[in-house]
């Protein structure tokens, strides 16, 4: 039973871009992924399927069994259980950590503040940050606001979290913190998908190597068989 089941898809865009090429591929739950492969080979497209912010031109894409499809309509539903981290955090920059941790499960999920509160802490606490409840992302680094914003992903309690090199634009002393937070969710079960450009993490903490080249899978197999290759 898989998670993703993706077949033959392919993206062109209007400016008749091909993004993706032909992509078949199917993840399972518990697998960590990482999505690697030179600039403009379609990793960010990708991911941008599988998240619904972009539909194929052709070919299908499963969650869960159920057929993506924008005009879905249990859409809403599919789109909570698939978490999204970006390369520029993307917080709310007038909320409160504690606010921008809590907003989605108290509107969506309809939780009541007590436990949003709690919820909050011990995310905060899986992420190193619970002293910083009450600050505002602008007083806060990259890679803090990045952590947060993993916290915020994990609050909807997805089934696969996707991030789009989340560590891309950071300072280089703050990307060991982001990954160290990724690693823990790893070790936890969680299925992750990881468009990454760093090869020693994909490498250390993937059970799953694809790679790509112009919108085609080129190889997808363990990290040992993709870096360890003669
Ligand atoms: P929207 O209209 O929903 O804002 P776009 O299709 O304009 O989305 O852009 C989606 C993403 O793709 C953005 O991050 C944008 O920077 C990027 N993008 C848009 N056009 C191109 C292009 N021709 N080449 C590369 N990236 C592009
Ligand atoms: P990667 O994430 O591997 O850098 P992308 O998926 O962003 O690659 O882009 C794949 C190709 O599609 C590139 O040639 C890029 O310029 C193009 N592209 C991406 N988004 C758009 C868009 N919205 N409109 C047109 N072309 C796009």
Same mark, same amino acid.
Do not use: W
């Given at each position: 039973?898989?998670?993703?089941?993706?077949?033959?898809? #392919?993206?062109?865009?209007?400016? %008749?871009?091909? *993004?993706? #090429?032909?992509?078949?591929?199917? !993840?399972?739950?518990?697998?960590?992924? #990482?999505?690697?492969?030179?600039? &403009?080979?379609?990793?960010?497209?990708?991911?941008?399927?599988?998240?619904?912010?972009?539909?194929?031109?052709?070919?299908?894409?499963?969650? =869960?069994?159920?057929?993506?499809?924008?005009?879905? %309509?249990? +859409?809403?539903?599919?789109?909570?259980?698939?978490?999204?981290?970006?390369? #520029?955090?993307?917080?709310? $920059?007038?909320?409160?950590?504690?606010?921008?941790?809590?907003? *989605? $499960? %108290? +509107?969506?999920? /309809?939780?009541?503040?007590?436990?949003?509160?709690?919820? *909050?802490?011990?995310?905060?606490?899986?992420?190193?940050? =619970?002293? /910083?409840?009450?600050?505002?992302?602008?007083? +806060?680094?990259? &890679?803090?606001?990045?952590?947060?914003? !993993?916290?915020?992903?994990?609050?909807?309690?997805?089934?696969?979290?996707?991030?789009?090199?989340?560590?891309?634009?950071?300072?280089?002393?703050?990307?060991?913190?982001?990954?160290?937070?990724?690693?823990?969710?790893?070790?936890?079960?969680?299925?992750?998908?990881?468009?990454?450009?760093?090869?020693?993490?994909?490498?250390?903490?993937?059970?799953?190597?694809?790679?790509?080249?112009?919108?085609?899978?080129?190889?997808?197999?363990?990290?040992?068989?993709?870096?360890?290759?003669?």
């Amino acid at each position: 039973n898989y998670l993703f089941e993706l077949n033959n898809v #392919s993206k062109v865009f209007k400016n %008749k871009t091909q *993004a993706l #090429s032909d992509v078949t591929l199917s !993840i399972k739950k518990g697998e960590i992924i #990482s999505i690697i492969g030179p600039s &403009g080979s379609g990793k960010s497209t990708l991911l941008r399927c599988l998240n619904l912010m972009e539909q194929p031109t052709s070919g299908t894409i499963f969650f =869960e069994g159920e057929l993506l499809n924008i005009k879905n %309509k249990n +859409l809403n539903l599919i789109r909570q259980k698939i978490g999204m981290v970006f390369q #520029s955090f993307n917080l709310f $920059p007038h909320l409160s950590v504690l606010e921008n941790i809590t907003i *989605a $499960p %108290k +509107l969506i999920h /309809k939780i009541e503040i007590n436990e949003a509160n709690t919820l *909050a802490s011990d995310l905060l606490k899986k992420v190193g940050l =619970e002293e /910083k409840v009450n600050s505002y992302p602008n007083q +806060l680094s990259g &890679g803090q606001q990045q952590r947060i914003a !993993i916290a915020r992903s994990l609050a909807m309690n997805p089934d696969v979290i996707l991030f789009d090199e989340p560590t891309s634009a950071l300072d280089p002393e703050m990307v060991g913190e982001v990954l160290k937070v990724i690693r823990g969710l790893s070790d936890s079960g969680m299925t992750l998908i990881i468009v990454t450009h760093e090869m020693q993490f994909a490498k250390e903490v993937s059970s799953r190597v694809i790679f790509m080249d112009q919108g085609k899978v080129i190889a997808d197999d363990t990290p040992e068989n993709i870096f360890d290759a003669p």
